[in-house]
């Protein structure tokens, strides 16, 4: 295997880790998200009692 050949393959793995580091971040934004939506329909659940 080429010098380049295997530079260009770390490249390669090194923006699979952002990719991945940026897919992790917005699905624990998105959870985050989905739980204050849901104990804000707690809220109007009880209010409307």
Do not use: G, N
Request: positive net charge.
């Amino acid at each position: 295997m080429t010098d380049e050949r295997l530079a260009r393959m770390i490249e390669a793995i090194k923006h699979a880790q952002k990719s991945m580091c940026a897919l992790a971040a917005a699905t624990a934004q998105a959870a985050t998200s989905a739980r204050q939506f849901c104990l804000i329909l707690d809220k109007l659940r009880e209010m409307r009692k």
